[in-house]
């Protein structure tokens, strides 16, 4: 290939990744689909992309380094902290449910497409990781309760970094075994391994988290200092032991998630932003050199192994985890079809399957093609046949009419609670930990972070919201928040305070109305004015209309001295109203209305 032809091939790379994600952001799918059936089609299907050929002897060394970054980002989300806090089912679906799946994958595989023991075993450990970046999309479109979308979302976030671990330590024996002159030796060997990975994993993680917690290199330098260090680390551990690097990032990142009084949000921001590029250019490379021949050449076995893993892996996995619990038969059974596989399993195969066959393992190749059949399958299966199961088994939430309310602040809070009193799902958003506490004292779910974050992507949830409620006293903050969810809910069901100070700013100095969204109340309220409101009494109350006490009713008892907020609708729909909201409530409305105290009530 001549210079142009490279730079356009990088280019085209580009833009097609761009596209697949810019796709799957649409349609709410995860995008390693998109990735995977582009690298495919480019790759094997019409020739275009052939990466051997572009990258040379680059090629496997660039994936390496990709892999490494990427189990690095994935394991700084482990934060053994929140172990205690995500429950006995999440603990067991990620441990005793895991082994069940590692060994149930493990014992298929051998039978039905002849692999060794070994190797079956380490196909075992790509295949029982679902991860965040596939299973969020996937929630979004089916919007099952809520307490079956938290433990498939934090299942997705502690397997990650386990799977990876344990495939590499898989791996890492392999490896070993190949090397040595007996199963001595081999032991041996395999744990130098581990004892390299952990060591310089470890070392390296203390070492830059210190650099970090003292403060010895500026913030702008620090994503710098961290990309650096993981590669080194990756290369100097692979140099003393063949094959450790692996382990020793991922340790690196665990170790430094959990290290105290290390801040690494600034961190992860970075390396979320560099992985969603790694992972874009690296899925295409990947499938397009794919050997569909060799996928093909798998025949109906493959399609065996699916449905094995399908209807049986993921199944006694959630009925070893959901023992005892107490959900539902219909809620275990949406648990036990939700499980697609992702990013670690794709990026790890393809590297392992290179070492493996240069190590003269028999078979090697075929983990490619079978973890992107798996990956595929699980992926469109689920994400066709999830969101119509979900509502058969009656565990969809109904259409999201409930509240993300940003800001946790003292009218926030009386808002909120005016409408988890009607039965309406609130979250309350907030970075001030003592407005968290007061919101969680009284009994009001929150999340304590800023939702327009990189973290928020994955750990905030939305199911059963359709509405933003921008309540913070800060007009950048509200404006910023409604433009990061108008994707998310809708232009039309994006809402704030007016502020004072906001209206007296020139248009030059003021968010646009497109970023303010639509004002909350009739006549528009401001933030001030809610607070001195309720500092003089003013109170939140719900009025049922009945035949014999209309809307027209209503206004005329309370006049002006009461401001409708919100009206519920006889199906149960929310109405959020604003001074341009020409509602007619009807009999079987409630009207939740701010009441001035010397108003009648």
Known sequence: MNEQQILLTFGGIGVAALG????AWRLKLPAILFLLLTGILIGPVLGWLDPQTLFGPLL????????????????????????????????????????????????????LLGFDWLLALLFGTLTLVTGPTVIVPMLRVVRPKASIA??????????????????????????????????????????????????????????????????????YLHSL????????????????????????????????????????????????????????GLFILLAARLDLNAMLALGPAVLVLLLIIQFIARPLNVLLSTAGSKLSWRERTLLAWIAPRGIVAAAVSAIFAIRLDEAGHEGALLLVPLTFA?????????????????????????PPSGFLIVGANGPARVIAK???????????????????RAARMGNLPTYFGNPASEHAESHLDLVGLGHLLALSPSGELNALAVTRFRHEFGP????????SQESRRTDKHRASHEHRGQVLGNPAITYSQLINDLHQGAEIYST?????????????????????????????????????????????????????????K
């Not at 039309?492 to 502020?499: A, E, I, K």
């Open 20 to 23: 697949c994600q810019w796709l």
């Open 60 to 111: 496997m060394p660039l994936v390496s380094l990709a892999v490494a970054l990427i189990l690095f980002e994935g394991s700084l989300t482990l934060h053994l902290s929140e172990w205690r806090e995500i429950g006995s089912v999440v603990h067991r679906l990620v441990t005793v449910g895991a082994l069940s799946t590692w060994a149930v994958i493990t014992l298929a595989t051998h039978w």
């Open 150 to 219: 938290n433990i498939l979302r934090w299942e997705g976030i502690v397997i990650d970094p386990i799977g990876a671990l344990l495939a590499v330590v898989v791996y890492s024996f392999i490896i070993a075994r190949a090397a040595g002159d007996g199963l001595s030796h081999s032991l041996l060997t395999f744990a130098g391994v581990i004892l390299c990975g952990s060591v310089f994993g470890i070392a390296g993680g203390w070492a830059l988290g210190n650099v970090l917690r003292r403060q010895w290199l500026p913030e």
């Open 225 to 280: 200092a961290t990309l650096a260090t993981v590669l080194g680390i990756f290369i100097a551990s692979n140099q003393i032991m063949h094959e450790s690097g692996l382990l020793a990032v991922t340790l690196m990142g665990m170790w430094m998630a959990n290290m105290k009084g290390v801040d690494v949000r600034h961190i992860l921001h970075f390396k979320e932003n560099l992985s969603v590029l790694l992972i874009s």
């Open 374 to 398: 798996v990956i595929i399958g699980t992926v469109v299966l689920q994400s066709a046949t999830a969101r119509p199961l979900a509502r058969l088994l009656k565990v969809a939430e109904p």
């Open 418 to 436: 005016a409408l988890q009193q009607l039965g309406i799902r609130v979250l309350l958003t907030d970075s001030n930990w003592e407005n968290i």
């Open 492 to 499: 039309h069901r994006l809402y704030t305070l007016t502020n």
């Open 544 to 600: 049922h209309l009945t035949d014999s006490f209309s809307w027209d009713d209503y206004q005329a008892l309370h006049g002006e001295r009461a401001t409708p907020l919100f009206a519920r609708d006889s199906s149960g729909w929310v109405h959020v109203i604003t001074p341009n909201s020409d509602l007619k409530p009807a009999t079987g409305w409630t009207i939740l209305a701010l009441v001035k105290p010397d108003a009648p």
